[in-house]
């Protein structure tokens, strides 16, 4: 007896290893993350960014801070996302805690990113 395939968003992850929920606030488009990113994961992650990207928005929020655990793919998410910004259109992070902040921190990418504790926080900055 076979078991059924488990439903897959890349890879071999499963469904809601990662969900995003994209949606417009104030003149942002917020992309909003919940679950892992990680290799297998983290193509969905890009591929949203880089479409709200393209729409050439005034700023453009990953908002993370639901995301439990954050590895270097989704650290090159994030790079590319923040290369691919135009002068007219701001990336921001916004982390929720220690699994999307510290990776972020030990790498120094929060030097290179606008990185907020709240999306309160990224919203403002405009």
Do not use: K, Y
């Not at 992070?93 to 606008?114: K, W």
């Amino acid at each position: 007896m076979t078991s059924p395939e488990m439903p897959s968003t890349a890879g071999n992850a499963p469904f809601d290893a990662l969900r995003i929920t994209v949606r417009n606030q104030r003149s942002a488009v917020i992309c909003e993350a919940t679950g892992e990113i990680d290799l297998a994961t983290s193509s969905q992650l890009g591929e949203t960014l880089t479409a709200a990207l393209a729409d050439a928005p005034e700023a453009v929020v990953a908002d993370l801070s639901a995301v439990t655990f954050l590895d270097s793919s989704g650290l090159r998410v994030l790079i590319n996302a923040h290369v691919s910004a135009t002068s007219a259109t701001r990336f921001a992070v916004v982390t929720g805690g220690s699994a999307t902040l510290r990776p972020l921190q030990l790498t120094g990418l929060d030097e290179e990113i606008a990185v907020f504790g709240s999306l309160d926080d990224a919203l403002a900055a405009g």
